[in-house]
C-alpha cells in the first residue's frame, strides 16, 4: 500500500482527484462528497456500465456552478467515500472491471498510472505510522500527505543535521507531530491543487526553508528545540 490508501489509519487521500480545486470550505466540501456517494449508490449498476456515464454527466451537470480555483484542474465526481475513508468509486476493486475508470475524464491508464509526489515515497511507511497515531480526517490527512515540500523540507531538515531516517521517526516522533500540527493551524497547503514540482534552485538551508513556511519564529519552544539538535 502507498499512502494514498494506507493499512493504517481510518484516512486515504483524493487530492489528485482535484476535490480540494473546488472553492469550498471544508464542511462544504464533505457535504459534497456525501452528496456524490449517496447518488452513486443509487443511480450506478456495475452490471449496466452505462450508468457510470450517466452518473458523472448528472454529477458535473450539478457541480458546473461551482467555482474553480484553477479552470486548468479537472475536478472528478467519482471521487466519493467509503466509511472515513475517500477514494474513487469506480476502482476496479470495485467494479470488478479493469478499465472501468475509462468512464472518468481522464482514463484507466492515467488514473492508475499517475504517481504524485508522495504517492511511492521511501519513507511513506514511517509517515503512515506517524499519521495513524493523530486524529486525522481524509480531508486533513489528503493536506498531509499531498504536500510533498513540507514533508520533504521536515526530511532535510533533519538529514542536515545528521540525524537519518530511521532515527528520526525513532526518536523525533512527538517534534514530527508537533510540526505536521503546525502546518494544520497555519493552514499551509491545507487545499492542494497542483503537483507540480518546483525545479527552483534554492539558496536557503532546509531548516530555513521550513521556518519560513510553517511560520516556526512565532513558536520559539519548536524552533529551539529543533536548533538544538
Given at each position: 500500500m502507498s499512502l494514498c490508501q494506507p493499512e493504517k489509519g481510518n484516512f486515504s487521500c483524493g487530492s489528485c482527484c482535484g476535490i480540494f480545486n473546488l472553492d469550498l470550505s471544508s464542511d462544504e466540501i464533505r457535504k459534497l462528497i456525501f452528496e456524490r456517494t449517496?447518488?452513486?449508490?443509487?443511480?450506478?449498476?456495475?452490471e449496466k456500465p452505462w450508468t457510470m456515464a450517466e452518473y458523472r454527466k448528472v454529477r458535473e451537470k450539478k457541480e458546473v456552478t461551482i467555482r474553480r480555483k484553477d479552470e486548468l484542474v479537472y475536478n472528478c465526481p467519482f471521487?466519493?467515500?467509503f466509511?472515513?475513508?475517500i477514494g474513487c468509486m469506480i476502482h476496479p476493486i470495485f467494479s470488478g472491471d479493469p478499465l472501468s475508470q475509462n468512464y472518468s475524464f481522464y482514463g484507466s491508464s492515467i488514473c492508475q498510472g499517475y504517481e504524485c509526489r508522495n504517492m511511492e515515497r521511501k519513507s511513506s511507511k514511517l509517515w503512515e505510522n506517524l499519521l495513524s497515531e493523530m486524529e486525522l480526517d481524509s480531508f486533513t490527512?489528503?493536506?498531509?500527505v499531498s504536500d510533498y515540500?513540507?514533508?520533504d523540507l521536515i526530511e532535510e531538515t533533519f538529514s542536515?543535521?545528521?540525524i537519518s531516517i530511521e532515527e528520526l521517526f525513532r526518536s523525533k516522533k512527538e517534534l514530527l507531530k508537533?510540526?505536521?500540527q503546525r502546518k494544520i493551524d497555519r493552514n499551509v497547503a491545507m487545499m492542494n491543487t497542483s503537483f507540480e514540482i518546483s525545479m527552483e534552485e534554492k539558496k536557503e538551508s532546509a531548516q530555513e526553508r521550513l521556518v519560513q513556511r510553517l511560520s516556526l519564529t512565532s513558536v520559539p519552544d519548536l524552533t529551539n528545540e529543533i536548533n538544538s539538535l
Open positions: 449517496e447518488e452513486f449508490k443509487k443511480s450506478v449498476d456495475f471521487l466519493g467515500a466509511g472515513k475513508k490527512y489528503s493536506a498531509i515540500e513540507t514533508l542536515q543535521k545528521g508537533r510540526l505536521i
